[in-house]
Structure formats: structure tokens, C-alpha cells
């Protein structure tokens, strides 16, 4: 080993263009590939931060012969599941809902929304940190139309309410949750 060392010092100082790019090559080689892996663990291997996440499942319908692909169950098909559910210990419906624009604590933010089923956070084993979550009873699937009631983050509750009980909590419809 020490005889292929001495070697290699030879070899660099007869071309040391070579293997500067060599080097160079190496290193961004092994840059991408650190990168590559490191968005690949945070979006496909590492667990959702809630119990036993591999029982989790996602239900969509497919429509044949559609450019659209898989699509999101309508009311209707979640209700009706619901009723007819032998399989399934629990059930949620969950719609991403964009990103809106709102002030708080007389500055301006961005956040992105959600609507979900009263049933969601129980399902999901998640506690809150303050107040409660959304109850079945806060929602009104029949009639579209719910209360309003919302659930904000734990940073979102420190940054941008300044962890104010007062700001964020003007009824006992809200809360703020922490993912472990």
C-alpha cells in the first residue's frame, strides 16, 4: 500500500491538471449524490411522524380512458364508504386546499390550507399542544358549509401570534399542533 501511495504521489505531481479534475469530478460526484439521497430520505423513506404510519392508506378513483389519471373521492363516494365500511378502522378525508394570503399580529403571511374531515387529528393519533382539534360536530359534510374553525402550527402559533392564547384562541374552536 505504502508503494502504491508513493505511486500515485508521482503520478499527480507528472500531471497535476489530471488530477485536479479528477478531484473535482469526485467531489461534485459525491455532492449530487449526498443531495440526491438526502431529498429522497425526506420525501420517500423517513416515516410520517404519526403511529404506525405504514397502515396508512390513500383512496382515489381512476377514471378510464381520462388524461387526468387518479382523482380525489367526491363527497358523496366518502360518505357513502363510510357507510358501507367493513374494512377500515378509521376513515378521513383530507383536501389540500392551496395557499392564501392573510395579517396577523399586524404583519402579513402566507400559509398553506387544508380542509379535513372532524375525525382526521383522532385518526392520526396527534395531540394538540393547546386548545382542540376539529370534532366531527364542527363539521357539516352535508351542507359544505362548517363553523369556522382552525388549526394553526406550533411555529406558526410562536412566530406569528408570538405564542399569544389571546390572538389565537377567541373561542374554543382552535388549536395548535406539534408533529414529534
Known amino acids: 500500500m505504502a508503494k502504491d501511495f508513493v505511486y500515485a504521489l508521482r503520478a499527480i505531481r507528472k500531471s497535476p491538471q489530471f488530477a ?3 478531484i473535482v ?4 460526484g459525491i455532492g449530487a449524490n449526498t443531495a440526491i439521497f438526502t431529498l ?4 420517500v423513506l423517513r416515516p410520517l411522524p404519526v403511529p404506525h404510519p405504514e397502515q396508512l392508506i390513500a383512496l382515489r378513483t381512476t377514471i378510464p380512458d381520462s388524461g387526468n389519471g387518479d382523482q380525489p373521492l367526491s363527497l358523496r363516494m366518502f360518505e357513502e364508504i363510510g357507510r358501507q365500511n367493513r374494512i377500515f378502522s378509521h376513515l ?3 383536501q389540500a386546499g392551496g395557499v392564501t394570503n392573510f395579517d396577523a399580529a399586524r404583519s402579513h403571511h402566507v400559509a398553506e390550507l387544508a380542509s379535513v374531515s ?3 387529528y383522532e385518526t392520526l393519533q396527534v395531540v394538540p399542544l393547546r386548545g382542540r382539534f376539529i ?8 351542507s359544505g358549509i362548517s363553523p369556522k374553525v ?3 402550527s406550533f411555529r406558526a402559533w410562536r412566530d406569528w ?3 399569544s392564547i389571546r390572538i389565537c384562541f377567541p373561542t374554543t374552536a382552535g388549536s395548535v399542533a406539534q408533529h414529534r
Do not use: M
Open 118 to 120: 372532524g375525525d382526521y
Open 92 to 94: 378521513f378525508a383530507y
Open 150 to 152: 382552525a388549526v394553526i
Open 20 to 22: 485536479v479534475i479528477a
Open 135 to 142: 370534532a366531527d360536530s364542527d363539521v357539516a359534510l352535508n
Open 40 to 43: 429522497l430520505n425526506a420525501i
Open 25 to 28: 469530478t469526485l467531489a461534485i
Open 161 to 163: 401570534f408570538n405564542s
